[in-house]
């Protein structure tokens, strides 16, 4: 089972004209540790020479993102119908928002604000646009005070 889980997100990564087109802001050697829900492998995605890919085997140096993912929210991704990047972008969040124990998508930061711009994060959420951006404003993400309160508590930080 874990084998084919690893392949489907690996084909969400890697063929999926949407996760490609949305990982371009991606600074080259960003590592993002990937979990999946079942499956004691690590996993781990990297940039490398403008490309994304998800690789088996422990991440090579701390990662400052860790995504944990369930093999079902793994295969809504893959079914959406849509190559749109904002669409595909509220989907991602309404699975991470989801109280459904099988699908579920969670982030731990190891890094702040600076780290995640220097990494190219926040150019993916652009790339979102209007209908990212009221997704995250209609879940109390209205401004950037919300934002950085919600990036502390990714890091398990308090304000």
Do not use: W
Not at 17 to 39: C, F, Q, R
Not at 46 to 66: A, D, H, I, S, Y
Not at 88 to 105: N, Q
């Amino acid at each position: 089972m874990s084998q084919s889980d690893f392949e489907a997100l690996r084909k969400f990564l890697e063929e999926r004209p949407a996760a490609i087109k949305a990982s371009k802001p991606l600074k080259n050697g960003t590592i993002i540790e990937m979990n999946i829900v079942g499956d004691e492998n690590p996993y781990h995605v990297v940039r490398e020479n403008k490309q994304t890919f998800l690789r088996t085997g422990p991440c090579p140096e701390e990662p400052k993102l860790r995504f944990t993912i369930s093999p079902k929210a793994i295969q809504r991704l893959l079914d959406f119908g849509s190559d749109d990047i904002g669409e595909y972008g509220v989907e991602f969040f309404k699975i991470m928002v989801s109280e459904d124990p099988d699908y579920t998508l969670g982030v731990k930061l190891n890094t702040g604000f600076i780290g995640l711009t220097r990494m190219g994060v926040f150019g993916i959420l652009a790339m979102g646009g209007k209908a990212v951006l009221s997704f995250l404003a209609r879940h109390g993400l209205k401004g950037p005070g919300e934002i950085k309160k919600a990036i502390s508590k990714l890091r398990g930080k308090s304000d």
